[in-house]
């Protein structure tokens, strides 16, 4: 089908498809109706093919009544037949409107009407511009006034046609407000689309309006609101109130469209006609609200800051509950003066330092409040007129402060660092790195906590970078790096989500690149301390991908090695109950009031009962990027991505001296850092490899093995050590050269033979035409030549290795110096068929086996990964040691015990009792 469309643009081919468009749409509407591809090649091809100057058959609007009258239309607008569908059949239809408004019909506009959603999703905003087209060339129903929509629609049309026209009624104002979701009109007040303008000539996506998707739109439901408030109907004020219509139209008056605001203030005018003549018990406070906003508005049609508008809409609601504390408070101060003061946060200083025996209360209502309300600069410069940034970072680290106030702050902190300006001014003015700094020095108790805090560097450096790519301060990078790797030692004590593991990773990858680029180096081995990446960091970051993929084996030898370092693994599992338990019995009452936020129906129930077992949920107005654990395939294969560039920065053969002679008298201490430096850097290298051939890009692919050959290859005592472990032919050699393997297998592109492939989705790598992928030669002739490096380096180190391994090795060394890829094929065919060899024998009868050292236990998570690399280390290092007869014989001690302790193959009864006899 995509051949379709490329050949479509040009005249023989557009000939050839007028041709045959009748039988292709015939055809392909009756087989392939319900198919997304379908519909999205006839949207492709509507505007080449109906032209003035053609003349085809089926005309356009024949076609528009084909798909109206298909017998699977209705459970595919109704989306039965799946989103996508229904999406793409929205397109089509769409474009057959606009392409010829012949195709309008009234009869159609009753399913555009039950189909709609009255949301900022794309396939909505599409149906209310088809309504728009409709009604602008005169096919809309007149007698469509007040506007039902959604299934409730489907339902009035369906009763319309069985009774008499004098028997139906118009649809009421109680039932027009019931139709839509109290939760989603509160959600939709706390993240009022503040850039949307008021005519639907133009699909805007979300970032552009600033608000999430699923919000109610109000270029339809501020026209409804008008309708609804003419001065001849019935109106229900107190229902208008509760089920949050006015506080939806509060919010609107911090529009950027100035259409938009003086919808609102003509919805807010026209209520205050109907409060007049009606009775209800809170009539006076939500009249003498409505005037107090009269009273501060100075301009015609002015905006308001998105925190005034807020502060009103939650008051707002408060005036129907006169049983809860906020509502005492609330009354008492706009009794205090008739207007607000439209430039400050209002009752900031009383409700932040309370006094009250429900101070809690009060400090938590004020803090959601500026959380919700932070939205752009008004609202930063609103705030720090009374220095609340200030008084927030204080509060934030005092002993006062609890779990549930601390995540509102960090809230506060993170929309502070959504605009560039208001981040700028929280670096420059306020030290947010060095506070962000001091918070990760603690013991965080709860997961929650980390990933706000992986999520606001994030960010704040997306902010700062901006889409540009800035070049940023070397301090101001340092410093992010720096929370970076604090924020990775957290990892120890709780599970991250792949959510919050790709913002870390983002975040930490950036700014490595940064200072690389700053300082003129790699930043590997040669920065100072906080710039330079650890082996504690590495593994945690590693353990977590570990986790992230249920790898139990690779996490079992990192947790052991991580022992070693004396980091202890202790993640803590926070419930609901332990929440609970953590919370003041007030605070969880407050959550499930300013949380819910809604009631059940139209009598006012409150609707928080059916969630009350949900205390720690954050605000129903913010779409939360952290705590998600279902999470698709392509966000875990960046985490994977990213911890493998993180990798490359780290350079374990440097962190270790050359030799004990600095440490003459530790020369104990010096061999276990060697050991445990050398069990993280294989382990790495084994980890690194096997998802090589995932990798993103072709350079990451070629950058990976350069890095793998400056470990492996290096002429100190660190490489000859690697080397041994990796030639002796123990459960990890052979699952560190089926890595070689198959990475082998990725380069030449050849099926894979021995590689346990992962689980991803490759769906978006392009391909040549004769199947091989499309990848840059010289990255494939570097892969290739470094790789054939690995190999004969590894080769070179076995000891005994037989006419095969000879072999392999001249094939390798006579195309060393050949710049050709032809030749570097075949050199990488002859050494990867040697590898083949060497893995799939149970006997190391082709690589030498050396001295019987290696990591044991690769598939065994109970044994411990750095004991055979002892053995190796201690070996290697004889001559040195001979001067310390002490630890010479502590050593060997060491190394017998190991010896018998680590073993790879499982023995027998008398074999066990032969060697306990000797």
């Known amino acids: 089908m995509a051949q379709v469309i490329q050949n479509a643009k040009s005249v023989t081919s557009t000939d050839k498809i007028l041709a045959e468009w009748l039988d292709f749409v015939k055809v392909g509407l009756k087989v392939l109706f319900c198919e997304p591809m379908l519909l999205k090649v006839i949207d492709r091809l509507v505007p080449l093919v109906y032209v003035e100057s053609h003349d085809v058959s089926p005309p356009i609007t024949m076609l528009y009544e084909m798909l109206m009258s298909h017998s699977q239309f209705m459970l595919v607008m109704l989306g039965e037949k799946g989103q996508e569908v229904k999406d793409q059949m929205v397109n089509l239809l769409l474009t057959l409107v606009e392409t010829n408004s012949e195709c309008c019909d009234p009869s159609h506009y009753t399913v555009l009407q039950g189909t709609y959603g009255a949301t900022l999703s794309q396939t909505d905003q599409r149906l209310l511009k088809m309504m728009f087209v409709y009604e602008k060339h005169g096919k809309g129903l007149s007698d469509a006034r007040p506007f039902l929509w959604g299934p409730k629609a489907l339902e009035h049309y369906a009763l319309r046609k069985s009774l008499a026209s004098s028997l139906l009624k118009q649809p009421s104002m109680e039932q027009i407000v019931d139709a839509f979701n109290v939760r989603n009109m509160y959600k939709s007040a706390l993240n009022f689309p503040i850039s949307r303008k008021l005519t639907p000539a133009v699909v805007m996506e979300s970032e552009e309006v600033k608000a999430t998707v699923d919000v109610y739109d109000p270029c339809f439901v501020l026209p409804l609101f008008c309708g609804l408030l003419r001065s001849d109907s019935l109106v229900d004020c107190r229902k208008f109130v509760s089920s949050h219509c006015l506080a939806y139209t509060l919010t609107a008056l911090s529009s950027h469209e100035p259409s938009i605001r003086k919808a609102a203030y003509t919805v807010l005018a026209r209520y205050v006609d109907h409060l007049s003549g009606v009775k209800f018990h809170e009539r006076l406070q939500v009249t003498y609200l409505l005037d107090t906003l009269r009273n501060s508005v100075q301009e015609p049609n002015q905006r308001l800051s998105c925190l005034i508008t807020l502060f009103l809409a939650r008051v707002s609601r408060l005036m129907l509950h006169p049983d809860e504390h906020m509502y005492r408070q609330m009354n008492n101060f706009l009794l205090l003066k008739p207007s607000l003061d439209t430039e400050n946060v209002p009752e900031f200083y009383k409700l932040f330092n309370s006094a009250d025996l429900q101070h809690r209360k009060e400090r938590t209502w004020i803090v959601s409040l500026l959380a919700d309300g932070l939205r752009e600069m008004s609202d930063y410069k609103t705030m720090e007129r009374r220095f609340t940034f200030k008084l927030l970072q204080g509060f934030c680290d005092s002993a006062m402060s609890d779990q549930f106030s601390q995540v509102r702050v960090l809230r506060i902190v993170k929309a502070a660092c959504s605009g560039r300006p208001m981040a700028v001014d929280l670096a420059k003015n306020h030290g947010i790195l060095t506070w962000i700094s001091g918070i990760l020095m603690k013991r965080l108790h709860d997961v929650e906590h980390c990933e706000l805090l992986a999520s606001i560097l994030h960010t704040l450096w997306s902010t700062m970078v901006g889409e540009g790519g800035r070049t940023l301060p070397s301090q101001f990078v340092r410093e992010v790096l720096l929370c970076c790797k604090r924020l990775i030692t957290h990892i120890r004590h709780h599970e991250f989500s792949c959510r919050s593991l790709q913002l870390l990773t983002e975040t930490m990858v950036s700014s490595l690149q940064q200072l690389a680029d700053v300082t003129g180096d790699t930043a590997q081995g040669v920065c100072s301390p906080a710039e330079t990446i650890t082996v504690k960091e590495v593994l945690l970051l590693l353990?977590?991908?570990?986790?992230?993929?249920?790898?139990?084996?690779?996490?079992?030898?990192?947790?052991?090695?991580?022992?070693?370092?004396?980091?202890?693994?202790?993640?803590?599992?926070?419930?609901?109950?332990?929440?609970?338990?953590?919370?003041?019995?007030?605070?969880?009452?407050?959550?499930e009031e300013e949380e819910e936020k809604m009631e059940v129906?139209?009598?006012?129930?409150?609707?928080?009962?059916?969630?009350?077992?949900?205390?720690?949920?954050?605000?129903?107005?913010?779409?939360?990027?952290?705590?998600?654990?279902?999470?698709?395939?392509?966000?875990?294969?960046?985490?994977?991505?990213?911890?493998?560039?993180?990798?490359?920065?780290?350079?374990?053969?440097?962190?270790?001296?050359?030799?004990?002679?600095?440490?003459?008298?530790?020369?104990?201490?010096?061999?276990?850092?060697?050991?445990?430096?050398?069990?993280?850097?294989?382990?790495?290298?084994?980890?690194?490899?096997?998802?090589?051939?995932?990798?993103?890009?072709?350079?990451?692919?070629?950058?990976?093995?350069?890095?793998?050959?400056?470990?492996?290859?290096?002429?100190?005592?660190?490489?000859?050590?690697?080397?041994?472990?990796?030639?002796?032919?123990?459960?990890?050699?052979?699952?560190?050269?089926?890595?070689?393997?198959?990475?082998?297998?990725?380069?030449?592109?050849?099926?894979?033979?021995?590689?346990?492939?992962?689980?991803?989705?490759?769906?978006?790598?392009?391909?040549?035409?004769?199947?091989?992928?499309?990848?840059?030669?010289?990255?494939?002739?570097?892969s290739l030549k470094l790789l054939n490096k690995i190999v004969v380096c590894v080769l070179e180190e076995a000891s005994g290795g037989g006419r095969a391994q000879h072999k392999a090795l001249d094939a390798a060394k006579s195309v060393q110096d050949d710049a050709s890829l032809s030749s570097q094929e075949r050199s990488s065919l002859a050494l990867r068929e040697h590898l083949l060899g060497s893995v799939g024998q149970s006997t190391p009868s082709v690589i030498g086996t050396g001295t019987g050292c290696g990591i044991a236990g690769f598939d065994d998570s109970t044994q411990d990964v750095t004991r055979d690399v002892t053995q190796a280390v201690t070996q290697d290092q004889n001559e040195p040691r001979a001067k310390t007869p002490k630890n010479k014989k502590r050593r060997n001690q060491r190394s017998q015990d190991l010896n018998s302790s680590s073993l790879h193959e499982p023995q027998s009864a008398d074999s066990a009792k032969k060697k306990k006899r000797t």
């Open 601 to 782: 129906d139209a009598d006012g129930k409150n609707m928080a009962s059916t969630e009350k077992s949900n205390p720690e949920s954050v605000k129903t107005g913010e779409t939360s990027d952290i705590g998600e654990k279902d999470v698709d395939i392509g966000n875990r294969v960046k985490v994977l991505n990213n911890v493998c560039r993180v990798c490359l920065y780290w350079a374990p053969q440097r962190c270790v001296s050359s030799s004990p002679a600095a440490h003459q008298d530790s020369c104990t201490e010096w061999a276990m850092e060697e050991d445990v430096q050398v069990s993280s850097a294989l382990v790495t290298m084994a980890w690194i490899l096997k998802h090589q051939p995932s990798a993103n890009s072709p350079k990451l692919k070629s950058d990976i093995l350069s890095w793998v050959l400056s470990i492996l290859c290096h002429e100190n005592s660190f490489g000859q050590v690697c080397r041994k472990v990796v030639t002796d032919l123990s459960d990890f050699s052979r699952q560190f050269l089926s890595s070689l393997v198959s990475v082998y297998n990725s380069v030449l592109d050849l099926p894979c033979e021995t590689e346990r492939q992962l689980d991803c989705d490759t769906s978006d790598t392009e391909a040549s035409p004769d199947g091989r992928p499309a990848e840059n030669t010289d990255c494939v002739q570097s």
């Open 543 to 591: 353990l977590s991908c570990s986790q992230l993929q249920n790898d139990l084996t690779t996490a079992a030898q990192l947790k052991n090695i991580l022992s070693s370092l004396g980091i202890h693994i202790q993640v803590a599992k926070t419930t609901v109950e332990r929440k609970r338990k953590d919370y003041h019995v007030e605070e969880v009452d407050l959550i």
